[in-house]
Structures are given as C-alpha cells and as structure tokens.
C-alpha cells in the first residue's frame, strides 16, 4: 500500500478490498482508501472499455456494493455485448444474491449472444444444476468442454456430472480423454479412481491411483 510505483498500490488496495475495513489498523487503512480511490480512477481512464467496466463491477461486488456493481456489469456488457466476462461476473453477483432465475437468464443471454464461448456455457450449464434441471444442464457443461477444449476444469465438471445422473461409463469415457490431455491433473485422475472403483473396474482404478499417488504422494 505505500510501494513508490503506483501499479503495485492500486493492485495492494484491489486484493484486500475484501477484507471488512476494521481488520486494518487505522494508518493501513487510510494508505489502503487512497490506493483503492487510485485504482477506481485508473479504471475510469479507461471507462470506455468492457474490461475496466468489468474491474469496476468486481470490486463494487467484492466490497459488497450491489447496485454500482450491477451497473458496471451492465455498462461492460452494452459496450461489448460479446465480452463474456461481463455476463459471467454479473450471473455470480446475481447468484450470490440468491437470485438464481435472473442468474439463469443472463447466462441465457450470452449464450445467445456468444454461442461459441464456453465460459457462459459452463456458467449456464451449473446455475441449472443449482436449479435440478438435469439434463439440460449436462448439454451445457458437454458444450463448454467441447468450446474450451484447453480447460481441464470444464471437463472435469462435466464428467462429475455425467456419473451423479448414472451415465458412469460416459464420464468414464470423458475423462480418460481427458487425462490424456492433461496427465497431472489430480482433480480428473482422483475422479477416474473413483469413478472405476465404483463400477467394479479394480485394475483400472489401482492404474488410476498409482499415477495419482506419483503426482501426490
């Protein structure tokens, strides 16, 4: 918060701009207002921008400010109305809310809009699992592994939710894939142990556990 380099000030002010202001000392505090004034001002030098509106959203939603932060997200999204993370960030403050339909609706939105995007698939694809709409949800969660092949998390989701709906042999087969793709990844080689132990493919699943084991030992 009093580095010389105002870069690493505004970036100090923007991490702890979670914490409840009474964790802070009063001199801390103080030198942490005026790095967080510095970064709201340095993201509205560049307000025509989707990203900055969008790093404004974040931090009004971090700090508990719903309606500046519901603002900017909307901003972001009627200067780009293809930049994802504006729809993504929205749906999560919406959904920290508890407002779960109109989550689903903007995720609807931006699907609409960005069809080939998988983040908004992803994020679409697990506000209908929060709401039990099953099959649904699995399309999407399959679309955003498919849209972003390089995330490893997306199909991993997605197979997880294969196997909680019964279809263990298709997230079986997902996540072998998968694992070929991305042989350290702990998440999917856990999930293939015991994804195989439970269908009764002990061999398969002690494979599983011995990379799994290499990788954490």
Not at 119 to 138: M, N, P
């Amino acid at each position: 918060l009093t580095d010389p380099v105002r870069a690493v000030r505004i970036e100090a002010a923007r991490l702890l701009a979670a914490l409840p202001a009474g964790d802070l000392p009063a001199k801390q505090r103080s030198q942490f207002e005026k790095g967080l004034e510095e970064y709201i001002k340095a993201q509205q030098v560049m307000a025509e921008r989707p990203e900055a509106q969008v790093n404004l959203g974040n931090l009004y939603a971090t700090r508990g400010e719903v309606r500046p932060a519901i603002d900017a997200y909307q901003t972001a999204i009627d200067l780009n109305a293809a930049f994802a993370p504006a729809y993504v960030n929205y749906a999560d403050l919406l959904r920290s809310q508890g407002d779960e339909e109109k989550t689903e609706a903007v995720l609807r939105q931006a699907v609409e809009v960005i069809p080939k995007n998988g983040d908004v698939h992803h994020a679409l694809g697990l506000s209908l699992v929060r709401q039990k709409q099953t099959t649904e949800a699995i399309e999407k969660l399959e679309a955003a592994a498919k849209l972003s092949p390089d995330n490893a998390r997306y199909v991993y989701v997605y197979g997880v939710a294969l196997n909680s709906t019964g279809n263990t042999e298709q997230a079986i087969m997902a996540l072998q894939s998968a694992h070929k793709r991305f042989p350290n990844n702990t998440d999917i080689l856990n999930a293939l142990v015991v994804f195989h132990r439970d269908n009764g493919n002990t061999m398969a699943a002690r494979t599983y556990a011995d990379k799994l084991r290499s990788l954490s030992p």
